[in-house]
Structure formats: C-alpha cells, structure tokens
C-alpha cells in the first residue's frame, strides 16, 4: 500500500510554462485535495475533489486547474507558470470530508 | 469560512519540559480537530485528533484538549525530546458540503537537548 504518491519531487519551470503535477492514491479515497505551502507559511487549498468527475475551488485556485477522471488519480495542471508559484506543492486523500487526511512526499516546483 | 488562529509562532522548551500549542476556530458547526507535525523537508503527517463530542484525548505523552464553547483547542506534549522538534499545524473543518480543513499557520516547536 503506497499511500499517496506525487510525481515530480522537484522541478523548475520558466515564466510562461506549463506544466502537470500528478497524484495517485491508492487507498480508494472519495476525496482528495491539493495544497500549497509558501515557505515558513501554512497549508492553502488550491482544489479539492469529492468523487471522480467532480472537483471545486478552494481558497487560491487562480493559475491552477484540475480533473479527476478516475478515483486514483487528481493531477494539477498549471498554465502559464509565474514566480508566484514557486511552493511545495502536496496533494492528500481521505476517505469522507471532515475526516483524516493523508498528504502526498511533496513536489517543489520554482519558477524562474 | 472556517478562520483558524494558532499560536506561539514559535516556542522552545528545555528536553524533559512540557510544551503547549493553542488554536482557536470561527466555525461553531466544525466537528473534527486534527494536528499535523512536519519536519523539514518532509509531509506533514497526523499524530493526534479529536472530534467535537470528546473533550480530551490522550496517546503516550501527547494529548489534544477541546472547549467547543470558547471554541479552541490545544495540543500538550510532555517530556519533550529532541525528535519532538518540528513544525505542528492544527485544523479544523469547515461547514461547507465537503467539510475540508483549514489549517493554522504553524507552530516552530524546538526542544533544546
């Protein structure tokens, strides 16, 4: 049982590029999510998912975009990377809402 | 929305001393009170929770203390140890349908050997 797995640890990106931050889980969560951590900052919800097909806006979705086509998988797609998204990007599952939450290693992206 | 405060910022302690985080929460309909340590580097991973029909809640050297009418919670670890060290997140849920947590902004616990 892998938990939560994120790809890739580390990246870097150049103003204007885009990239996919995956996530898979494998524990058969209805709901998962994805956050940002600037650094010595808390933890902001960028989108969550309750269910394959549906997903919404959390506290700082703009420059991010999501889909959910499958229980396992929740990748995050930034367009037009800006310095502003340099963070630690983690990804959590849980079974219901209001419940335990199981976060993804991380991926670090900056962008210069 | 769900406003999460939690202080100290940072707090240092002697080895062998207690230690003490306190957040408090807007939402009187939030009902599940978790705390998140993460080192450096790594993902923050649960160590203790609470739920609203529960006022303490005890595991080893670590117990969490809620006061659903003051609407605030605490985390106390006794008998700190240098692996203890670390950066300690409360949250709690919101109201919304999907009740997802809003964490706190942290606390920089040292233990000092």
């Known amino acids: 049982n892998a938990g939560v797995t994120q790809t890739p640890k580390f990246r870097i990106l150049k103003i204007g590029q885009s990239m996919t931050l995956q996530c898979t889980q494998d524990?058969?969560?209805?709901?998962m999510y994805w956050y940002r951590q600037d650094p010595g900052m808390g933890l902001k919800l960028i989108y969550y998912s309750v269910g394959a097909g549906i997903t919404d806006k959390g506290e700082v979705p703009n420059g991010y975009n999501v889909s959910r086509s499958t229980t396992e998988d929740f990748p995050l797609r930034l367009e037009l990377a800006a310095p502003s998204q340099t963070s630690v990007y983690f990804c959590?599952?849980?079974?219901?809402?209001?419940?335990?939450?199981?976060f993804g290693p991380g991926t670090r992206l900056t962008v210069l | 929305g769900e406003n999460v405060e939690q202080h100290p910022s940072t707090l240092s302690v002697q080895e062998g001393d207690s230690a003490v985080i306190k957040c408090t929460y807007s939402d009187s309909a939030s009902n599940y009170f978790p705390w998140y340590k993460q080192e450096l580097g790594k993902r923050p991973q649960l160590i203790i929770d609470?739920?609203?029909?529960?006022g303490e809640k005890k595991d080893q050297r670590i117990a969490v203390t809620l006061n659903k009418t003051a609407k605030h919670f605490s985390l106390h670890i006794t008998e700190t140890q240098p692996e203890d060290s670390a950066v300690y997140f409360c949250?709690?849920?919101?109201?919304?349908?999907?009740?997802?947590?809003?964490f706190g902004s942290g606390t920089q616990l040292t233990v000092l050997p």
């Open positions: 949250a709690a849920t919101s109201s919304g349908s999907a009740r997802q947590l809003t």
């Open positions: 609470i739920r609203s029909n529960v």
């Open positions: 524990m058969n969560h209805n709901y």
């Open positions: 959590a599952s849980s079974p219901t809402g209001g419940d335990t939450q199981y």
